[in-house]
């Protein structure tokens, strides 16, 4: 399929008794498609764009033209744009689709003990705006929480996070002593990135994401809260590896001059040493602007027993800066580098799977911008906090 089978195109017979002359005339026009002799007749093959152009032509010199075939899914489509109810019809599911999608089908309770305290939950959640029919993006999810454990002072830990048209709410009940499995600090796993999700391999944990979902920077991907059949909740270490597809980008600079710092040879100071003094011994000259980044003492020894008398000698190093002036394509090569470096060390566990770069001359600088489209895990620990009770951490009675 070629851009004109979308466009549209046109084919034009024109008659004339110069078929050369149409030939001289008609190649003005940009784009012809295709174009043939037949007789006395010329036929041309044209973008749908150029029906206008070619038949203003062909007025202008007294030429008949006839459009023999008109193909292309614009041309379908415009039978179809004066029948407003279809269009009407088609942006109205549209809008309701869009909007659906947002609206709160759905309100999922995790860890609630007994159905008189998911109901408890669940009025907290709907005397502050999470019910069923709620517009999701409206929510505070983070105040949301907030505010149920406030109001209850059963649930010591919540966590709200949505997928579709469902909304998850994983908690914790105070009055019960959560066990966890590990002796590692139990935590969700939330997104990193906004991406959406191609796999999920969850070893710890309960995903709570939909695969092929786009999902958010910072939502919950995988619970490290699990509900038994009791229905009690135990918090675990959550283990997984979420595979999506994301974008990102970065800028890199490379200043058109720039100055580089050098090394010199180190220069070695000596000193005899007299008990606390030091008495500079002739040798060379410490330059201005030099460091000493080392110094050690060598005592005399009588008979192996070390005396107050020594040479103490001392390492200076001097850095000297150069000014170094680089064309555009040298930049652009000591960028490629910085990109390389980058790629090595930030995106090593990504697969790249789209590059695009760009380069921008601005205030004396080169800069490198790289879009990316990576596929990669996406996931990363957040740590679950707990209040308990004081009497959770005092030792049981003998």
């Known amino acids: 399929m070629t851009v004109y089978d979308l466009l549209g195109m046109l084919e034009l017979r024109i008659d004339s008794l110069e078929p050369e002359r149409v030939l001289r005339e008609i190649t003005s026009l940009k784009k012809i498609l295709y174009i043939r002799t037949q007789g006395e007749s010329v036929i041309l093959g044209l973008p749908l764009g150029k029906k206008n152009a070619a038949l203003s032509i062909c007025q202008e010199n007294g030429w008949s033209a006839e459009i023999t075939r008109e193909r292309g899914l614009l041309t379908k489509l415009r039978g179809y744009l004066k029948r407003y109810g279809i269009a009407a019809g088609a942006l109205i599911s549209a809008i309701l689709c869009l909007y659906m999608s947002n609206i709160a089908m759905k309100i999922r309770i995790v860890g609630a ?146 100055s580089i710092d050098a090394v010199k040879d180190p220069v070695y100071k000596r000193y005899l040493s007299f008990f606390e003094y030091n008495i500079p011994l002739p040798g060379e000259r410490i330059e201005s602007g030099s460091s000493a980044i080392d110094s050690y003492s060598q005592p005399i020894r009588l008979f192996g027993i070390p005396l107050p008398i020594g040479i103490m000698t001392e390492k200076y190093v001097r850095v000297e800066s150069s000014s170094i002036s680089y064309s555009i394509e040298e930049a652009a090569e000591v960028l490629e580098d910085k990109l390389y470096n980058y790629e090595t060390n930030m995106l090593k566990d990504a697969e790249i799977l789209e590059k695009k770069e760009s380069y921008e001359l601005r205030g004396g600088s080169l800069y490198l911008t790289v879009s990316y489209r990576l596929r990669g895990n996406i996931g990363r620990e957040s740590p679950l906090f707990v209040k308990r009770k004081i009497s959770d951490s005092l030792p049981e009675s003998q």
């Open 113 to 258: 003990p007994s159905p008189q305290e998911e109901e408890q939950i669940r009025q907290i959640l709907s005397n502050n705006g999470l019910h069923a029919g709620a517009y999701i993006p409206g929510l505070n999810l983070i105040k949301l929480e907030t505010e149920l454990l406030k109001a209850s002072g059963s649930v010591a830990w919540a966590s709200i996070g949505s997928t579709g048209s469902v909304v998850s709410v994983s908690v914790s009940m105070s009055d019960e002593k959560a066990q966890t499995r590990e002796r590692r600090i139990p935590c969700n796993i939330v997104s990193d990135k906004d991406g959406q999700i191609l796999k999920a391999s969850v070893l710890v944990g309960e995903l709570s994401a939909l695969i092929g979902s786009p999902v958010k920077k910072g939502e919950l991907l995988v619970s490290g809260i699990i509900e038994n059949p009791n229905g009690q909740a135990y918090y675990v270490h959550a283990i997984a590896d979420i595979i999506a597809e994301y974008t990102e980008s970065v800028t890199l600079e490379q200043p058109l001059y720039d």
